[in-house]
């Protein structure tokens, strides 16, 4: 699929404007999905670690 259903935000767009329209739009847009794969190599965000254990 080449636009969001949540957000109606099109491949195209993005492509243009630079700006992706809704956080679905990485899971519903096939060829964004495939950029952002090959750009991470499969790696996924496992958000910020805490060093020492301080908060």
């Not at 700006?19 to 790696?43: Q, R, S, T």
Request: charged content about 25%.
């Amino acid at each position: 699929m080449n636009k969001c259903p949540y957000c109606n935000t099109t491949y195209n767009e993005i492509l243009q404007t630079g700006f992706v329209g809704c956080a679905h739009c990485y899971e519903e847009i096939e060829p964004l999905k495939e950029a952002v794969e090959k750009m991470y190599n499969g790696k996924k965000h496992k958000g910020k670690r805490v060093k020492n254990g301080n908060i």
